[in-house]
């Protein structure tokens, strides 16, 4: 299904989600102990095959942490962790000093898996206010297995599915040093269709 969207719709959009990041990123202060800047730069509508090359490239060389967002719009979110997002992040949260080269202990995944449930938490609870839509996150995991088979498995129960991707770069400072992860946020089909619906029923839109 092809879906058509102009940049003022865009930018609606983006900024409804990056309402919803804010709440998100107060949340996620409070673990990485400074201040957290969550924006949303960019967004595509792309393929499932082209999405799924991605997160298969991403699956490399990052631990990678699935959040399903579930009730009136279905969706899910990626946190993508480099190993020296690992390291930065053991030392700040954790005050571990961790070798990146080092398999992910327990503690670790377990502070990985809050980050991302913290961070989907609260951008669900806002998103939901925003869009008066009964929507709520599912507990995030750690695929052990091929991520993208797990994404094809969403594509096949959607056969409708044209992801609309959000790319969204999660920033916090630990004294003077910067740490930047990767979050990938995207909706099926429908739901985009249901979020235009939303947005074209405002005036402002005819402003």
């Known amino acids: 299904m092809e879906l058509q969207v102009n940049e003022l719709e865009r930018d609606i959009i983006k900024e409804i989600l990056n309402i919803g990041l804010a709440r998100a990123a107060d949340s996620f202060a409070a673990i990485a102990k400074d201040r957290v800047l969550l924006k949303v730069p960019d967004l595509q509508l792309m393929e499932a095959n082209e999405l799924i090359e991605i997160v298969r490239?991403?699956?490399?060389s990052h631990t990678i942490i699935q959040s399903d967002i579930k009730g009136d719009l279905n969706g899910s979110t990626l946190m993508l962790f480099s190993e020296l997002h690992i390291e930065q992040l053991s030392a700040v949260c954790l005050g571990m000093t961790v070798d990146p080269k080092d398999p992910l202990t327990e503690m670790q995944e377990s502070l990985l898996l809050e980050i991302s449930n913290i961070i989907t938490g609260a951008l669900v609870t806002?998103?939901?206010?925003?869009?008066?839509?009964?929507?709520?996150?599912s507990p995030?995991?750690?695929?052990?297995?091929?991520?993208a088979e797990s994404l094809k498995s969403i594509f096949t129960e959607h056969p409708l599915f044209q992801p609309?991707?959000?790319?969204?770069?999660?920033q916090f400072t630990n004294n003077t040093q910067m740490v930047e992860l990767p979050l990938l946020l995207f909706f099926d089909t429908t739901t985009f269709i249901k979020i235009l619906e939303i947005i074209r029923s405002y005036n402002f839109l005819a402003k």
């Open 57 to 60: 490239a991403y699956e490399k």
């Open 140 to 147: 995030p995991v750690a695929p052990k297995n091929d991520i």
């Open 126 to 137: 806002q998103l939901a206010n925003i869009l008066k839509a009964n929507i709520y996150g």
């Open 164 to 170: 609309l991707v959000f790319t969204v770069i999660t």
